[in-house]
């Protein structure tokens, strides 16, 4: 079983968006899916549930380190969305557990000051510490069009010691399918596959490190 584990310093960056759109992924790639939605808006939880009977299920599981032994046995990916603000001791559960770590930023001075807070408290921790849990930045939101997003992306590549794995474009259709309980990859459109195209550097990476 792969396991994702997504934390943040801050609220409101991405992460039931990176959750949900991996496990539209993978769940379309017939892997048996299952997402434990330890914040306490449930966001991800109610996504997995409003999936419809049209497209691949994916188990949600809500709750804290405990419903890590309710994760059935043939699970392939395990997606963990953790609340807002959460430092080392919440993360410690699943720190054990996880075989990667994403991290998402927005492109904002004050996102920016926060995700590197959060990333020098990542570093203290032992299983990171010693390379043995790969961690990766995802800019999500981002405008590539404009200066402040360009400016953000190379202050966040020239001051992070982790890669960022990808870059993700602003864009509506994560907030009306994420209504649905579908994610981009539920669709073959021209133009949703044109988003599609923003994954896969993340996949990629996550890939390697599996």
């Known amino acids: 079983m792969l396991t994702t584990l997504v934390a943040s310093s801050k609220g409101g960056c991405g992460k039931s968006t990176l959750v949900t759109q991996l496990a539209s992924y993978w769940a379309q790639a017939g892997q048996h899916t299952a997402i ?27 709750g804290g380190k405990k419903s890590l032994q309710k994760v059935p046995p043939d699970t392939q990916q395990l997606l963990i969305d953790t609340p807002a603000g959460v430092g080392e001791r919440e ?30 408290e990542l570093q203290k921790i032992n299983r990171i510490r010693r390379g043995k849990l790969p961690v990766a930045l995802v ?11 360009q400016d953000a992306v190379a202050q966040l590549a020239e001051q992070s010691p ?16 994420s209504a649905l309980g579908k994610g981009i990859f539920d669709y073959q459109s021209e133009q949703v596959r044109n988003h599609q195209q923003d994954w896969k550097a993340l996949l ?3 890939k390697r490190h599996q």
């Open 91 to 120: 993360l410690e559960p699943y720190i054990e557990t996880a075989n990667v770590l994403l991290v998402p930023v927005l492109p904002s001075s004050f996102d920016l000051h926060a995700t590197l807070g959060f990333i020098e």
């Open 162 to 177: 982790f890669p960022i794995a990808a870059q993700l474009r602003d864009s509506q259709a994560y907030v009306l399918l």
């Open 36 to 62: 434990l939605d330890a914040d306490r808006q449930g966001s991800s939880f109610r996504w997995a549930t409003l999936r419809p009977d049209n497209v691949p299920g994916v188990l949600a599981l809500e």
């Open 139 to 149: 800019a999500n939101r981002l405008k590539p069009w404009t200066h402040a997003s």
């Open 204 to 206: 990629r990476w996550i």
